[in-house]
């Protein structure tokens, strides 16, 4: 089992920065996919950022130019740096990661942490 652990949300104003992190409880070298999905209320859960393999890193449309994925495989760390955000950022932002298990692929998933934006 893997355990994830978000920190970093907050309420802020229109144009500020935040930066999250997330923890996992193994180390970062054995995962695949490593991303960012936020739900807004109403809405579905979007991809917002992920790593893939250490090879290729993926953004939504709408993050591209603002969000910066990063993960430090020394601290089973992966963040999340938001510049600019907009009150349409607004959502729980959740951590998942992708462990090749023998057989299938694994995915977990933290709990989440809150970000709001205000205009």
């Known amino acids: 089992q893997v355990r994830l652990g978000e920190s970093g949300g907050g309420s802020l104003q229109t144009g500020g920065s935040l930066s999250l992190a997330c923890t996992t409880s193994?180390?970062?070298?054995?995962?695949?996919?490593l991303g960012w999905y936020r739900q807004a209320p109403g809405k579905q859960r979007e991809l917002v950022a992920v790593n893939i393999g250490d090879a290729r890193i993926d953004y939504a449309d709408s993050v591209k130019g603002r969000f910066t994925i990063a993960r430090d495989n020394a601290k089973n760390t992966v963040y999340l740096q938001m510049n600019r955000l907009k009150p349409e950022d607004t959502a729980v932002y959740s951590c998942s990661v992708r462990a090749w298990a023998g057989a299938k692929w694994d995915d977990y998933w933290g709990q989440g942490t809150q970000v709001t934006v205000s205009s």
């Open positions: 193994r180390t970062t070298v054995s995962f695949n996919d």
